[in-house]
């Protein structure tokens, strides 16, 4: 089945996935932009999964102040390389999970990774993270965060 450039280009731009991938997804899926779509997540989640055992020896720290300024974030992501710590999607990441931070106040990482995404509930924390993972094809984890309120201790 021939597959359309425009199509290819059209899965790229929503998924973030490499040509290759939106192109064999594409053919699997006999040009079903859904099921394309739906192939490529699941590769996305086991390309998350080869990649947890690396060392994650770069990344940044993000912060976030809810505004009227009572409520702020810290966190702590981390990558393979600084490369990766530069690019949008990693950035944006990090900006996502201190503000989930700030208005979910989780307890740990691991409670904060099961949280519902506050901008997307079909999603998990830890879901967004095994998206940007296959988007940047680096480990990423979410080392540590803290949570500021004003007038708390």
Known sequence: MAIAVEDIKKLREKTGAGIADCRKALEEAKGDFKKAEELLKSWGIDKAASKSDRVVGAGL??????????????VEINCETDFVARTDEFKSLAHEVAMQVAAMD???????????????????????VKETVAKVGENI????FMRFELGSE
């Open 141 to 144: 984890q979410i080392k540590r």
């Open 61 to 74: 720290v993000e912060t976030y102040i809810h505004s009227g300024g009572k409520v702020g974030s810290m």
């Open 106 to 128: 989780p307890k740990d990482v691991e409670d904060l990774k099961k949280e519902d995404y506050i901008r997307d509930s079909s999603k998990t924390i830890e879901g967004l």
